[in-house]
């Protein structure tokens, strides 16, 4: 029903910042919940942030809290995520992934896009 796709990935220098987008196309898309996870090297997927249907914001770990912000265009069917002063923990696969509003499972996810910090 949603197809996500990720942009804006890359290299970046510890302190530097990135901008990543993630475009979704589908029915009813401004019902969806569009958030953000990452997966680095041999980790779990983490958490990032959520924009909800209702333009409500939530974050994850305390490590990306103040640094990371994750905001919505709804015009564009786009969520992104402002990365700031980043670090080579941030060093991931940041994924797209919504679900309908209220719900708890991420049905729909992108392909991802790198994220590498050099240190």
């Known amino acids: 029903q949603v197809q996500l796709v990720e942009s804006g990935g890359g290299l970046v220098q510890a302190g530097g910042s990135l901008r990543v987008s993630c475009t979704a196309s589908?029915?009813?898309?401004?019902?969806?919940?569009l958030g953000w996870f990452r997966q680095a090297p041999g980790k779990e997927r983490e958490f990032v942030g959520v924009v909800t249907g209702s333009g409500v914001t939530t974050y994850g770990a305390d490590s990306v809290k103040g640094r990371f912000t994750v905001s919505r265009d709804n015009a564009k069917n786009t969520v992104y995520l402002q990365m700031n002063s980043l670090n080579p923990e941030d060093t991931a696969v940041y994924y797209c992934?919504?679900?309908?509003?209220?719900?708890?499972?991420?049905?729909?996810w992108g392909q991802g896009t790198q994220v590498t910090v050099s240190s």
């Open positions: 992934a919504a679900r309908n509003t209220g719900w708890v499972t991420w049905n729909y």
């Open positions: 589908g029915r009813t898309v401004s019902l969806y919940d």
